[in-house]
T-cell receptor, first 115, second 112 residues
């Protein structure tokens, strides 16, 4: 168990709809990263938040947005959904390893199916 | 554009064999190179990571070899076991942002 919690685990929705994915980072971690994993694109970085502020954007569509709240949980909002948005969405947080360095810990993901 | 290229796409070994997965990167600003292991239905889990100031790192049966001049790094799984059957991803980032660029993944199957 990485300590990163994501909900929901599975979600099926129709094209054109909007969904919200939720993430709670590991206790004490201030950073939250969102990644998308699909068969054709692999694991792609979407966006990074640190202590409520956006720090970096990757291959995130304009139809997608995210935010990090004062309690450090984060939400990824996906709107005007298309069939191609079907993917596994991962949240990750940055924290220290047992050896003292930093690394990224991933949650178990939210499976989104757009029909 | 894919910043980290990973090969092979899949491989099958017998128990006790040594699967080797290779990765290459272009961005010389990368200075953090982790490997992740992913089982079906689970998130990627950190396996081992290396920084460019060392050429090799071992953790248990997993070894990373790193060649900074060639901009390549590889994962060796020593004495592989059926429980090692998973998809392995190499990744790279700058250590100050941890914005990981992932390879395409290698599916390893270890046959008993």
């Amino acid at each position: 168990d990485s300590g990163v919690t994501q909900t929901p685990k599975h979600l099926i929705t129709a094209t054109g709809q909007r969904v919200t994915l939720r993430c709670s980072p590991r206790s004490g971690d201030l950073s939250v990263y969102w990644y998308q994993q699909s068969l054709d694109q692999g694991l792609q970085f979407l966006i990074h938040y640190y202590n409520g502020e956006e720090r970096a954007k990757g291959n995130i569509l304009e139809r997608f947005s995210a935010q990090q709240f004062p309690d450090l949980h984060s939400e990824l909002n996906l709107s005007s959904l298309e069939l191609g948005d079907s993917a596994l969405y991962f949240c990750a947080s940055k924290g220290q390893t047992s050896l003292g360095g930093n690394t990224i810990y991933f949650g178990e993901g939210s499976w989104l199916t757009v029909v | 554009q894919q910043q980290v290229k990973q090969s092979p796409q899949s491989l099958i070994v017998q128990k006790g064999g040594i699967p080797i997965i290779n990765c290459a990167y272009e961005n010389t600003a990368f200075d953090y190179f982790p490997w992740y292991q992913q089982f079906p239905g689970k998130g990627p889990a950190l396996l081992i990571a290396i920084r460019p100031d060392v050429s090799e790192k071992k953790e248990g049966r997993f070894t990373i070899s790193f060649n900074k001049s060639a901009k390549q790094f590889s994962l060796h799984i020593m004495d592989s076991q059926p429980g090692d059957s998973a998809t392995y991803f190499c990744a790279a980032s700058r250590a100050n942002d941890y914005k990981l660029s992932f390879g395409a993944g290698t599916t390893v199957t270890v046959r008993a």
